[in-house]
């Protein structure tokens, strides 16, 4: 839409609110509303202006004025609200400039695209994220200075077989029994169910939805692939929606992704694959896995700056308690048809051009999806830029490799700490086309080593005083 058939688009549906949603740099969406009838073309064509120093990653006091840019071609009516509103999401500019912001993800999206059609492989970049979540019936949590806890709870979760329920029905998936049992089993049907019809009424195409591996409600809702700055807009309406839907039934989602001990946490497994001019450029009838020499050169991109690449698509310290061996998680820095115990899979359900990808393992759904497969996008466009030879297949269960052979196989890093490491060191490949800039690399770095490394690594953990107190 235009921003005219957006502002006709209101009047039809009686819109009441409108609401101007952009995302800092950490990921989580920011927003404020405005009556309808300040709503004008003058708002899409000069911005409205916000405070840039209160926002994470953003500005310091001292230059905190900014300006939003609705995007017309974003307009839906918000899935969240009871009032009429209309949801638009905006992009950042500088008001003295009026040039793109830098820190702004959704412009590093973009920046992206323009740069992959730039260097000729490829016109378009599709993306099919995997994002599993959790939800619970109720959380608590706290840290201060003389204590420190959490509790989850789940009228799923194993735990509760023999809490007083008054009756208690039982139909409790045991630890890592959770994927696809029919209901009572799985009493999370309906919920998804509304969350996808909510999805699919905001302009989401969904393809399935299921319960996931682990108990206590985790679950899976698959988006049909899209563009890149497209796909990174859906994920953040995806959370939304999946959050809010929850909160409608008083139950809480979570998109972190290891909160359970000893069951699986939660990934964003993450389909990609590269056109030109109608055509799959990682499809080749004659090649591994039907996968084209582009392909391998992508994927060898992939492995060859993945401990980079896991400081921005797996950027929290908790991400480091999922990508660990014994959960299906892909800490295995190797490729293979099929195989999921393989950083990079490439699925062979279907022999057809159409249905040609790859699938990168790594991502969980804590990252902020606009830097995640814009930062995917770069190493994949490096690897086939330098011919990157990707090596062999490793076409075998690589948690039960013998240990002489398991060495010779690289891992993701350990923690977020090792992984900024990395991308401080290898962070030439984001730079290209000025889609990562080097302050948009210095400012993710510090604000995750100060609010994230630092904040956890100075804090005495509960485990500790079962280890230690008796010293």
């Not at 950490?26 to 120093?53: A, K, N, R």
């Not at 509103?85 to 950042?92: A, E, F, K, Q, R």
């Not at 115990?341 to 759904?365: G, L, N, Q, W």
Request: aromatic share 12%; hydrophobic share 35%; glycine share 6%.
């Amino acid at each position: 839409m235009t921003a005219s058939e957006v502002i006709s688009f209101a009047k039809e549906k009686d819109i009441k609110i409108v609401d101007l949603k952009f995302v800092d740099l950490p990921g989580i969406w920011q927003h404020f509303s405005i009556p309808v009838g300040e709503m004008t073309e003058e708002l899409f064509e000069e911005g409205t202006g916000f405070d840039g120093s209160s926002i994470r990653g953003f500005q310091q006091i001292q230059e905190s004025d900014m300006l939003l840019f609705p995007d017309p071609s974003t307009a839906i009516i918000d899935p969240a609200c009871e009032i009429p509103t209309l949801s638009l999401i905006c992009n950042v500019k500088d008001p003295i400039t009026l040039e793109n912001y830098t820190r702004d993800v959704r412009y590093i999206a973009q920046k992206a695209e323009a740069y992959l059609k730039s260097t000729g492989i490829a016109d378009t970049s599709y993306w099919g994220p995997e994002a599993e979540f959790y939800i619970f019936n109720g959380i608590r949590y706290d840290q201060n200075q003389h204590s420190g806890y959490y509790f989850i709870d789940s009228n799923e979760g194993i735990w509760n077989s023999g809490r007083e329920e008054n009756p208690n029905l039982g139909y409790k998936p045991r630890w890592k029994e959770g994927y696809f049992p029919v209901p009572p089993t799985d009493s999370l049907q309906d919920i998804r169910s509304e969350m996808i019809l909510k999805m699919i009424e905001a302009g989401i195409d969904i393809e399935i939805h299921h319960h996931e591996v682990a108990t206590a409600g985790q679950a899976e809702i698959d988006m049909r692939f899209g563009a890149l700055t497209e796909m990174g807009d859906k994920t953040m309406l995806y959370k939304y929606i999946v959050k809010n839907i929850a909160r409608k039934y008083n139950m809480t989602a979570t998109f972190m992704p290891k909160p359970l001990f000893q069951d699986n946490g939660s990934g964003m497994h993450t389909h990609q694959s590269l056109w030109k001019n109608g055509k799959n450029v990682f499809f080749d009838q004659q090649g591994y896995a039907l996968l084209s020499e582009t392909a391998m050169y992508y994927i060898g991109g992939l492995l060859k700056h993945a401990d980079a690449l896991c400081a921005i698509i797996a950027p929290t310290t908790n991400s480091y308690k999922r990508l660990v061996p014994g959960y299906e998680a892909p800490v295995n820095l190797a490729y293979s048809q099929r195989n999921r115990s393989a950083c990079v899979r490439i699925p062979v359900y279907s022999k057809t051009e159409k249905s040609k990808r790859i699938e990168f393992r790594p991502p969980d759904p804590s990252c902020n999806p606009y830097l995640a497969y814009a930062a995917m996008l770069m190493a994949g466009i490096d690897g086939i830029q330098n011919r990157i030879d990707p090596g062999e297949p490793l076409d075998k269960d690589l948690y039960d490799l013998e240990p002489e052979e398991a060495a010779e196989i690289k891992s993701t890093p350990g923690s977020l700490e090792e992984a900024l490491d990395a991308l401080e060191v290898d962070h030439e490949f984001l730079l290209r086309g000025d889609v990562f800039t080097a302050d948009v690399i210095e400012t993710w770095i510090n604000y995750k080593r100060e609010h994230e490394v630092d904040a956890i690594r100075l804090r005495p953990h509960p485990y500790e005083f079962y280890l230690y107190y008796d010293i």
